[in-house]
C-alpha cells in the first residue's frame, strides 16, 4: 500500500524564553571578562560563549517529530508502520505521571520540558525490548489521530 508523502511534521523549537535568558548568560560572561581583563579576551569570550549558546539551543531545539510514508520518526529515531501500535494523546498531567511514577525505564523518550503534552506509541515488536515511546508534541490529539488511521489502515 502506497502512503501519502508527508501526514505530520513538527520540530520541537525552544521557546522565545530560553533564547533571552541565554542571551543574559552571555552577557554575563562578557561582563565578567571584561572587568577583570582587556576588551579584546570579553569580546572573544563573550563569542565563544555566544556561539556555544547558540548552537547548543539549536540542536536541542531542532528535534522533529514527523509521521511519513516510512512511519514514525522521533529525532534521530524511526518506526517502521509495522511495528507501530495503538497511540495516546496525553495531557499536561498524564504526560508529567508518564516521565514520572509510571514511566517504563526502557521506553524510547523524546521529550522537551518545555513542551507540556506527549503522545504515548505502542511499540507492536516481540523482538523489541522498547514498550512503547514518549514523545513530546504541542499537538497531541493531531499527531495521535494520524497516527491511529495509518494504523487502521494497515
Not at 10 to 25: D, N, T, Y
Not at 49 to 78: F, I
Amino acid at each position: 500500500m502506497h502512503k501519502p508523502e508527508q501526514r505530520y511534521s513538527e520540530v520541537l523549537r525552544v521557546p522565545a524564553g530560553w533564547w533571552l535568558v541565554s542571551l543574559l548568560l552571555v552577557v554575563a560572561v562578557w561582563w565578567a571578562f571584561f572587568v577583570a581583563g582587556p576588551l579584546s579576551l570579553a569580546w572573544a569570550a563573550g563569542a565563544i560563549a555566544l556561539s556555544v549558546v547558540v548552537a547548543g539551543l539549536w540542536r536541542y531545539g531542532n528535534a522533529t517529530v514527523a509521521v511519513d510514508p516510512s512511519g514514525l520518526r522521533a529525532g534521530r529515531a524511526k518506526l517502521s508502520w509495522q511495528y507501530v501500535g495503538t497511540t495516546d494523546a496525553l495531557d499536561a498531567d498524564q504526560t508529567h505521571r508518564a516521565l514520572g511514577v509510571e514511566a517504563d525505564a526502557r521506553a524510547y523518550l523524546l521529550t522537551r520540558p518545555y513542551v507540556r503534552c506527549a503522545v504515548k506509541v505502542v511499540v507492536d515488536d516481540d523482538r523489541d525490548p522498547t514498550p512503547y515511546w514518549l514523545i513530546s508534541t504541542r499537538h497531541p490529539k493531531e499527531l495521535a489521530v494520524r497516527l491511529n488511521a495509518e494504523v487502521m489502515q494497515d
